[in-house]
């Protein structure tokens, strides 16, 4: 495509599109929405198994690697503290209390869904957005590669398919987001559960339910309920025997971190200069030098 006038203020208005996306969806999702009525799941890793079922669920419904299921009764995984990666939306790990060393328990972790995401809030072209019904979606259509997400999420969860050259695409738990809006089904995970250590309803329920338990059973767990305000709230809660500071969920304050990776990418495009119309400035002025060089060697040559 040639860059003369009409093709360039074309790319400087695609860069102004794509920003205005970016922010507009940073806009939308103020500290003041109400989650209560969204979908999520109580983790109580008090009555966790570590079976590890909820991996193999997770695997057949999406990553589908074509492990044998019997590879997931393999307990030797949790000699080393494993991640969420492109191949493995969640995992279990096992954890211990310094204060009882000998009463292990297990932990899964995926993507948190948070209510104020920031992974959204930092995507420049909306490829992600938290939807109404609970899950933080992902449209790779839309994503350009930049990983704004990965660095902008606390709990360090999407990764990306750095071996696919042509087509890479960011990678999480995705909710299960067709089978719990479009099928009527609990995520996979929680279907297999089979200590029902995962349940899934909305974020209200969930919290009475988690209070309950607590209130139940103060020798069994400690008096947090992790994920109903750390970050604003997240759709994934957790109960624990243990203080939380001794799992790999970091430790956070009640703030939504939108409000940081906002004020970063305000900072950055606070002249309004989005990169596709820095790149078709660029264009512009490769292509009239060209110009002006070929009309040069052009005279040059008559002469």
């Known amino acids: ?41 109580l983790v109580d890793t008090a009555v966790c198994i570590g079976c590890r079922r909820c ?15 019997e590879s997931f009764d393999d307990k030797s995984v949790y000699e080393k503290h494993r991640r969420p990666n492109k191949d493995a939306f969640t995992v279990v790990n096992e954890f211990a209390d310094p204060a009882k060393p000998d009463d292990k328990y297990t932990m899964k972790v995926q993507c948190m869904h948070c209510n104020d995401p920031a992974c959204a809030s930092a995507c420049l072209v909306g490829a992600l957005r938290k939807d109404a019904a609970g899950p933080v979606v992902y449209e790779e259509w839309r994503c350009i590669g930049c990983r704004y997400c990965m660095v902008a999420c606390p709990f360090q969860i999407p990764t990306y398919e750095y071996d696919k050259a042509l087509e890479p695409r960011v990678r ?14 609990m995520p996979a995970c929680v279907a297999i559960c089979p200590n029902e250590a995962l349940t899934f309803g909305t974020r209200q329920r969930l919290l009475e339910v988690a209070h309950y338990r607590i209130k139940s059973h ?6 947090h309920v992790y994920g109903e305000k750390e970050a604003g709230g997240t759709s994934w809660m957790y109960l624990a025997p243990a203080e939380f500071a001794h799992t790999e969920l970091p430790r956070l304050d009640h703030s939504a971190i939108p409000t940081l990776t906002e ?23 490769m292509h009239s030098t060209r110009e002006k060089k070929d009309r040069s060697e052009e005279s040059s040559n008559h002469d």
């Open 218 to 223: 103060p020798e069994r767990y400690v008096d």
């Open 263 to 285: 004020t970063i990418q305000h900072g950055i495009f606070k002249s309004f200069l989005p990169p596709l119309a820095l790149y078709g400035l660029l264009g512009l002025i």
């Open 55 to 69: 991996e193999l669920a997770c695997d057949q419904e999406h990553t589908k690697s074509g492990r044998p299921p």
């Open 172 to 185: 999480k738990c995705t909710f299960c987001y067709e089978r719990i809006t479009e099928e009527g089904q």
């Open 1 to 41: 495509m040639a860059i003369n006038r009409r093709n360039f203020f074309k790319l400087a208005a695609a860069g102004s599109t794509a920003l205005a996306v970016g922010k507009a969806h940073a806009d939308d999702s103020g500290l003041t929405v109400d989650c209560s009525d969204n979908y999520g799941v």
